[in-house]
């Protein structure tokens, strides 16, 4: 079992710099897989970026590759998402997810995460 609270969210400028949290606890943490998704309004739940279990691999979606950075803290339980130049366009819901299953596989689709966070508000503003 895992529950995950993210954090950080707010207001942040397009080309500004924001970063999001995820805190967990749960003794199957450092053994999951950990994806950032985001949600806006009217759309569907999509994939932002995600980790295996160590960190040593990142899987990023298209629009964020090189803007957003995923890194975890396995010591901490806490897992971040650095968001660099954001786009107004990525205004949304941004939700941490955890896998049950093998830490070395990140889904870039939401099912096969079993737990996730309340989510936290992003806006970005032109």
């Known amino acids: 079992q895992v529950q995950l609270v993210e954090s950080g969210g707010g207001l942040v400028q397009a080309g500004g710099s924001l970063r999001l949290s995820c805190a967990a606890s749960g003794r199957t943490f450092s053994s999951s897989a950990m994806g950032w998704f985001r949600q806006a309004p009217g759309k569907e739940r999509e994939f932002v970026a995600g980790?295996?279990?160590?960190?040593?691999?990142?899987y990023y979606s298209d629009s964020t590759k090189g803007r957003f950075t995923i890194s975890r803290d396995n010591a901490k339980n806490t897992v971040y998402l650095q968001m660099n130049s954001p786009k107004p366009e990525y205004t949304a819901v941004y939700y941490c997810a955890a896998t049950s299953g093998t830490g070395w596989y990140v889904p870039k689709a939401s099912t096969p995460y079993e737990y996730w966070g309340q989510g936290t508000q992003v806006t970005v503003s032109s």
């Open positions: 980790t295996t279990w160590s960190g040593g691999a990142t």
